[in-house]
């Protein structure tokens, strides 16, 4: 664990001077913050696993955040258009900043996210799913867009109307704690499931696959957003892949 903390750090002090002293197109800037918010999330989980680090845990995952907003500030300055690296699918960050209990960044990232689909950049229902989560996050949607046609498109996107995120999403909406308990657990036995199909592959050599295996930050996210909506769980309890250990104070509903 430590080997990737140490190389996370690095790659992040390398990014950043990277970033700072060279002059890029903003295609490339988008890049280079994109990369610099995930090493903060390896160098956060990392730092968690290896030595138990909860307060440099939500410190990191708090710059991850900073790294995004920064990011779509930036494009909005510039009157970009969305990509894939600015597109509303992309909700890691989002999840990094609600795991650290920073509200107000979280409600930031939210509040600047993509509000259309990048059609052939991202997935549709990972599109929808993250526009869902961005409207949990910031209290509401923009103008034009509602809830019920969010729901809709993740429904009709996902081909599932029992699958886990369309149940998450139900159930903040009626703020039914158990169902909403079922789906979170549903939700990380897939994830579980999900690593341990790809175990023995490439992708299992990569430094990230066992941090985030270890731990899912969408379910710490989830838990927050929980807590704000004024569901009722047992938030010390120990949950698969979500370690009560590093989950911030509760936030107030």
């Known amino acids: 664990m430590r080997y990737h903390e140490e190389n996370a750090v690095t790659a992040v002090q390398l990014l950043t001077r ?97 509000p259309e ?46 699958a886990p995120r369309v149940r998450v999403c139900q159930a903040l909406l009626t703020r039914d704690s158990e169902a909403f308990l079922a789906a979170l657990l549903e939700l990380l036995e897939r994830h579980g499931a999900w690593y341990q199909a790809r175990t023995g592959t490439m992708l299992a050599r990569e430094p990230a696959f066992e941090l985030e295996r270890s731990v899912c930050m969408e379910g710490l996210a989830l838990l927050q957003l929980a807590a704000k909506h004024g569901l009722s769980l047992d938030l010390d309890a120990e949950y698969p892949f979500v370690p009560s250990i590093a989950r911030p104070g509760i936030p107030p509903a």
């Open 117 to 162: 689909w990048v059609a052939r950049k991202e997935f549709e229902d990972d599109f929808f799913y993250g526009r869902l989560l961005c409207g949990f996050v910031a209290g509401g949607l923009p103008a034009g867009a509602t809830t019920d046609d969010l729901m809709a498109g993740l429904i009709r996107s996902t081909e599932d109307e029992t």
């Open 18 to 114: 990277d970033l700072e002293s060279e002059p890029r197109s903003a295609e490339e800037r988008e890049r280079v913050l994109f990369h610099l918010s995930r090493h903060c999330r390896i160098a956060a989980l990392a730092g968690l696993l290896g030595r138990a680090d909860v307060g440099a845990f939500h410190e990191r995952l708090r710059q991850s955040g900073t790294w995004r907003l920064r990011m779509l500030r930036e494009r909005a300055t510039q009157a970009r258009p969305f990509s894939r690296f600015t597109g509303a699918a992309q909700i890691a960050p989002l999840c990094d900043a609600l795991a650290a209990g920073d509200e107000p960044l979280a409600r930031d990232i939210a509040v600047a996210s993509a």
